[in-house]
């Protein structure tokens, strides 16, 4: 069994482009979570989502980001028109459920937009 | 809101115990974590402990839990290099709230 697969690992997008970042969650995790940590700092929520469903989003920005949880395939988040400050590394974490006791961390994907 | 506080830095000589604090908001999460994370590398899962439950010990790990003052405390017993890393403190109720993490430096 397979941990969190996040893909790519690294990112360089220049200013303006679009990123797409893929979370694979381990099988037979039906909720996924996404946190965003910038350089030096702890890690922040974005969104939650379960199956074709958002949960949470409470943590997105309000333009350019987006999330998705197909009923088949990875989850992916979605940042368009990249900009500096975007620059960050992004968590996925899976569980089965939303009352399980801990959630699996991908090793992430550190985005630099040049 | 939710919010989880934790002092920024911690230095210790090798061998002797570490005790990384925190403080939460949210009385009603059912559980709080511990997680480690090394430079450039995700994170790990350290250990956890049941808002029901006082002390939680694993190894040289001991998890300390007062409720009623939301602190929470992870000791590090004998202190290795191999344990300087960032410690984050995370409370969860639907979501995972982190702290900021605590740099730990092990000095030989």
């Given at each position: 069994?397979a941990?969190?697969?996040?893909?790519?690992?690294?990112?360089v997008?220049?200013?303006?482009?679009e990123a797409?970042?893929r979370?694979?969650p381990?099988?037979?995790?039906?909720?996924v979570?996404?946190y965003?940590?910038?350089?030096?700092?702890?890690l922040k929520?974005?969104?939650?989502?379960?199956?074709e469903n958002?949960?949470?989003e409470?943590?997105?920005?309000k333009e350019?980001?987006?999330?998705?949880?197909?009923?088949?395939?990875?989850?992916?988040?979605?940042?368009q028109?990249v900009?500096?400050?975007?620059?960050a590394?992004?968590?996925?974490a899976?569980?089965?459920?939303s009352l399980?006791?801990?959630a699996?961390?991908g090793?992430?994907?550190?985005?630099?937009?040049v | 809101?939710e919010d989880?506080?934790?002092?920024?830095?911690?230095?210790?000589r090798e061998?002797?115990?570490s005790v990384?604090?925190c403080?939460y908001?949210?009385?009603?999460?059912?559980?709080?974590?511990?997680?480690?994370q090394e430079?450039?590398?995700?994170?790990q899962?350290l250990t956890?402990?049941f808002?029901?439950?006082?002390?939680?010990?694993?190894q040289?790990?001991?998890?300390?839990?007062?409720?009623?003052?939301?602190?929470l405390?992870?000791?590090?017993?004998?202190t290795?290099?191999g344990?300087?890393?960032?410690?984050?403190?995370?409370e969860k109720?639907?979501?995972?709230?982190?702290?900021p993490?605590?740099?730990?430096?092990v000095?030989?």
């Amino acid at each position: 069994n397979a941990g969190v697969m996040q893909n790519p690992r690294h990112l360089v997008r220049r200013r303006g482009q679009e990123a797409r970042l893929r979370c694979s969650p381990m099988k037979g995790h039906s909720h996924v979570y996404w946190y965003r940590q910038l350089p030096e700092e702890g890690l922040k929520f974005m969104v939650y989502l379960q199956k074709e469903n958002i949960i949470d989003e409470s943590g997105m920005p309000k333009e350019r980001f987006s999330a998705e949880f197909p009923k088949e395939g990875p989850s992916i988040l979605r940042i368009q028109q990249v900009v500096r400050g975007d620059s960050a590394a992004y968590f996925c974490a899976s569980s089965p459920d939303s009352l399980n006791t801990e959630a699996f961390f991908g090793q992430g994907t550190r985005l630099t937009v040049v | 809101g939710e919010d989880v506080e934790q002092s920024l830095f911690l230095s210790v000589r090798e061998g002797d115990s570490s005790v990384i604090n925190c403080t939460y908001t949210d009385s009603s999460s059912t559980y709080l974590y511990w997680y480690k994370q090394e430079p450039g590398a995700g994170l790990q899962l350290l250990t956890y402990i049941f808002s029901n439950m006082d002390m939680k010990q694993d190894q040289r790990l001991t998890v300390l839990l007062n409720k009623k003052d939301k602190h929470l405390s992870l000791r590090i017993a004998d202190t290795q290099t191999g344990d300087s890393a960032i410690y984050f403190c995370a409370e969860k109720g639907q979501n995972f709230v982190f702290g900021p993490g605590t740099r730990l430096s092990v000095l030989p």
